[in-house]
C-alpha cells in the first residue's frame, strides 16, 4: 500500500500551459504538503493544509493553486506555466509526531 | 527570518568508518529537529526525529544530537557502507505555526561511502 502518492510522475509542457498535479495520502494524517525541489535539490515549502485549510502560502505565484476537497486530498494546479516552474514537486504528509511522509515526486518540465 | 545550514554539500568517506554530518540553525529555536534521506529520484524518507528536551537519539548505526545553546544537530553513521550513499536532509518544525503545520528543510549533505 502506497501511503502517500501523486500523479503523474512526469510531466512535460508548453509555457502558458494549465496543469494539475494530484496528491493523496491513506495515512489518516491532518496535514498535508506541497514541496518545491529545484536543480541545485533544495526542498522548499510551498503550502500547508491542515483538516482541508491553507495553513501556510510561502509566497508562493498566484498562479499556483492548491486544493483540498477532504484531508486525504490535495492537489496542485498551475496557470499559465512558465520555464522556472520546472522542478519536482513533493507532495508529504504528516500527523501530530512531525514526521513527514513523501510521494514519489512530480517531475515537471516546462519547455 | 529562520535560516538552516548544512555545511558540507558533499563527504565523501571510506567504508567502515563513522560519517558525521552537520546541521546549524539561527533565528529561531525547534521543538524538534528531523533528519532524512533522499536517494535519486526518490521523495525524502524519515530517519529520526529529536525533541529540544532531548540530547541524543539512536536508531541501529545512526545517532542524533541536538545542542540548543549551540543551535547545531550533529548526524552519525557508524560503520558506514556504500548502501548508506544517499542525500541526508535537515528539516525542523517551522516558527508562528503549529508544530505539525511547517517543516522546513536545509540544503542537505551528499554523503558518499567509497569501498
Known amino acids: 500500500d502506497t501511503a502517500v502518492s501523486q500523479t503523474p510522475k512526469y510531466l512535460v509542457t508548453q509555457m502558458g500551459n494549465d496543469k494539475s498535479i494530484k496528491c493523496e495520502q491513506n495515512?489518516?494524517?491532518?496535514?498535508m504538503y506541497w514541496y518545491k525541489q529545484d536543480s541545485k535539490k533544495f526542498l522548499k515549502i510551498m503550502f500547508s493544509?491542515?483538516?482541508?485549510?491553507?495553513?501556510i502560502n510561502e509566497t508562493v505565484p498566484n498562479r499556483f493553486s492548491p486544493k483540498s476537497p477532504d484531508k486525504a486530498h490535495l492537489n496542485l494546479h498551475i496557470n499559465s506555466l512558465e520555464l522556472g516552474d520546472s522542478a519536482v514537486y513533493f507532495c508529504?504528509?504528516?500527523?501530530?509526531?512531525?514526521?513527514?511522509?513523501f510521494g514519489q515526486g512530480t517531475r515537471l518540465t516546462v519547455v | 527570518s529562520q535560516k538552516i545550514e548544512q555545511n558540507s554539500e558533499a563527504l565523501n568517506i571510506q567504508e567502515g568508518k563513522t560519517a558525521t554530518l552537520t546541521c546549524n540553525y539561527t533565528?529561531?529555536?525547534?521543538?524538534?529537529l528531523q533528519w532524512y534521506r533522499q536517494d535519486p529520484g526518490r521523495g525524502p524518507v524519515f530517519l529520526l526525529l529529536?525533541?529540544?528536551?532531548?540530547k541524543e537519539k539512536r536508531k541501529e548505526r545512526l545517532k542524533v544530537t541536538f545542542d540548543t545553546t549551540l543551535k547545531q544537530s550533529l548526524f552519525h553513521i557508524t560503520a558506514s557502507q556504500p548502501a548508506d550513499s544517499a542525500t541526508y536532509l535537515c528539516?525542523?518544525?517551522?516558527?508562528?505555526?503549529?508544530?505539525?503545520?511547517?517543516?522546513?528543510f536545509g540544503s542537505g549533505t551528499r554523503l558518499s561511502i567509497r569501498p
Open positions: 508529504a504528509s504528516s500527523q501530530k509526531t512531525a514526521e513527514a511522509f
Open positions: 495515512l489518516g494524517h491532518d496535514t
Open positions: 493544509y491542515n483538516n482541508k485549510e491553507l495553513i
Open positions: 533565528n529561531y529555536s525547534p521543538a524538534y
Open positions: 529529536i525533541r529540544e528536551n532531548e
Open positions: 528539516a525542523l518544525d517551522g516558527p508562528g505555526y503549529s508544530s505539525a503545520s511547517k517543516i522546513i
